[in-house]
């Protein structure tokens, strides 16, 4: 268990629909990261805040969106839903920037279907 | 910007057989981090190098960070089942934001 948390686990939702997806960092960690990994496919890095605000910005498409609250949890948000946004969507946390503490943990994932 | 390579792409081994694979790049890295991705879960960490030439092991898995600083080595001896899965190397860059390998997929063949 790395202690990173995500919820839903899975999520199937229709075409055009708009969903939100949770995740709790690590206890301690500053950093959340979004990545979006399709099937057979590598990692692909969306986002990452740092302690609330927005760090770096990877593939993340313009109607998907995030934000890290004041308690440090995470919320990735896709809207207007594409069947190809159909992916597995990981969170990581990790401590803050520096070589070492960007080592990052991984949450279990949360499975989009869009049918 | 900065690219990692992995190799090979796919492997195909027997239950028992020593699996090698590396994570190469044209720029220099200051850390190594090798992470292995079950079906339908999250990477997790194995093994992390911070030091040119250090080699650390994890069990039947040892990694070595090059001494260039530009690759990095992953073997597992006398593989199992379980070690099925895509394993992928990563290392910050400059901005201390993780550059990913493409992986390497291990099958064991039947």
């Known amino acids: 268990d790395s202690g990173v948390t995500q919820t839903p686990k899975h999520l199937i939702t229709a075409t055009g629909q708009r969903v939100t997806l949770r995740c709790s960092p690590r206890s301690g960690d500053l950093s959340v990261y979004w990545y979006q990994q399709s099937l057979d496919q590598g990692l692909q890095f969306l986002i990452q805040y740092y302690n609330g605000e927005e760090r770096a910005k990877g593939n993340i498409l313009e109607r998907f969106s995030a934000q890290q609250f004041p308690d440090l949890h995470s919320e990735l948000n896709l809207s207007s839903l594409e069947l190809g946004d159909s992916a597995l969507y990981f969170c990581?946390?990790?401590?803050?920037?520096?070589?070492?503490?960007?080592?990052?943990?991984f949450g279990p994932g949360t499975r989009l279907t869009v049918l | 910007g900065q690219q990692l390579n992995q190799s090979p792409q796919s492997m195909f081994i027997q239950e028992g057989e020593d699996v090698s694979m590396n994570c190469t790049s044209s720029?220099?890295?200051?850390?190594w981090l090798w992470y292995k991705q079950d079906p339908g879960e999250g990477p997790v960490l194995l093994i992390a190098l911070y030091k040119a030439g250090e080699l650390t092991s994890n069990g039947r898995l040892t990694a070595q960070f090059g001494i260039t600083r530009k690759d990095s080595f992953l073997n597992i001896s006398a593989s199992i089942p379980s070690d099925v899965g895509i394993y992928f190397c990563?290392?910050?860059?400059?901005?201390?934001?993780?550059?990913w390998g493409a992986g390497t997929k291990l099958i064991i063949k039947p």
């Open positions: 990581a946390s990790s401590v803050s920037a520096g070589d070492r503490a960007s080592t990052q943990y």
């Open positions: 990563a290392g910050p860059d400059s901005n201390y934001q993780l550059i």
């Open positions: 720029s220099i890295f200051n850390t």
